[in-house]
């Protein structure tokens, strides 16, 4: 279990952190039936230094996917890829589900081997290329070694875990190698419109090569999981977000520490729709901005109080504990304060809401056991 100066010192790592994306991350979402489709862009930062412009995700407007095939010679036009990741990335610009788990996108292969494969034996040849494994689904095809531990990857599946609000619902994710998860998870929720956050214990994760197309949200996340190479988590889901957790046991949904001395006020600020971008806010209302790595909770109060229309005060003692990148939309200021709270696998500390702010701080004896 991580303690409290544990996450402190995350912040230290992450604020020396400097990153270049392989590619830029693209993420288009629609539910099943639907004609529209709206795509999310995230540009490849230039530096990722605290002076540095903010990254920025920006939406576009819906547009129909083209339905026709693609150009003979448009392998041909590019350079041919010498390793595996360039491979899957070619492959996927061109409408092929293709998952690698991270730690193989290095790994050569001849550079005609693209040429030469065959179209419905893509996943196959590509592993018998680097003498991997391949599973595959009705979503995408999975690459990954066939030794202990990752050979246990192939075992992991959110078939029928989520809130039935996602049951329909269907988006396309295509992200570089060593993309942070959070990342990721923030490009889903932009594009879907419901939040998907990770605790600091898998947030920063990286991801491996990555191309799905029209596929289950379930399938995505699911292969993000495996991409990432995280064999331990827990799950928890509602109509409004998406929890991944580090614990086999997610932390309780519900971390306020006052509720039995609300006014009708204070619930209805609780139950008030927002949006919430952090640990910064956007720098449009139309434009996501997102650093790479975290900051501390006291930076990120003080965008949360501009967001959610409330001073939120922070605790001293904590105000150096991280909060990850995380889109959380159309959420309840409760659901956004719980899931703050929930990204520190460390328990043991709420919010308050007093007349006229909300308060982050520890829970002491007074507050019952969480």
Not at 177 to 182: D, I, R, Y
Request: contains cysteine; aromatic residues 4%; hydrophobic residues 40%.
């Amino acid at each position: 279990m991580l303690t409290l100066p544990d996450m402190a010192r995350r912040i230290a790592r992450a604020s020396k952190t400097i990153a270049l994306l392989a590619v830029c991350l693209t993420v288009a979402c629609a539910t099943a039936g639907g004609d529209d489709e709206t795509t999310t862009d995230l540009k490849p930062a230039q530096n990722f230094k605290k002076e540095a412009p903010q990254q920025e995700v920006q939406k576009e407007k819906p547009r129909k996917e083209s339905k026709k095939a693609p150009k003979k010679d448009a392998r041909k036009s590019a350079a041919p890829p010498e390793t595996l990741g360039a491979a899957v990335r070619m492959l996927g610009e061109e409408g092929t589900n293709l998952v690698l788990m991270k730690g193989l996108e290095e790994q050569k292969i001849d550079r005609k081997l693209v040429e030469k494969l065959d179209r419905d034996e893509v996943a196959k040849n590509l592993a018998e290329a680097v003498n991997a494994e391949v599973q595959s689904s009705e979503s995408y095809a999975f690459l990954y070694p066939g030794q202990p531990p990752y050979d246990a990857l192939a075992g992991i599946s959110l078939a029928g875990r989520l809130d039935p609000a996602y049951r329909d619902v269907r988006c396309t994710l295509a992200i570089g190698t060593g993309t942070k998860l959070f990342s990721a998870l923030a490009l889903l929720s932009q594009g879907l419109d419901k939040a998907f956050v990770a605790d600091n214990a898998l947030a920063e994760t990286p991801c491996g090569e990555f191309a799905i197309k029209d596929a289950p949200v379930e399938s995505v996340i699911e292969a993000l999981l495996k991409s990432s190479r995280i064999l331990g988590f827990g799950l928890d889901s509602t109509d409004e977000f998406v929890f991944i957790s580090g614990a086999a046991t997610p932390p309780p949904r519900n971390a306020l520490l006052n509720s039995d001395k609300l006014n009708d006020a204070q619930r209805a600020l609780l139950e008030k729709r927002v949006t919430v971008h952090l640990p910064i806010d956007p720098r449009k209302p139309s434009r996501i901005a997102m650093e790479v790595g975290a900051e501390g909770l006291d930076t990120a109060a003080e965008a949360l109080s501009r967001q959610l229309g409330v001073q939120v005060a922070v605790d001293p003692s904590i105000k150096n504990l991280p909060v990850n990148p995380v889109v959380m939309p159309n959420v309840r200021v409760g659901t956004a304060l719980d899931l703050i709270i929930r990204q520190w696998p460390v328990r043991g500390f709420g919010y308050e809401v007093k007349s006229d702010s909300i308060l982050i701080r520890r829970r002491t004896p007074n507050d019952g056991a969480q």
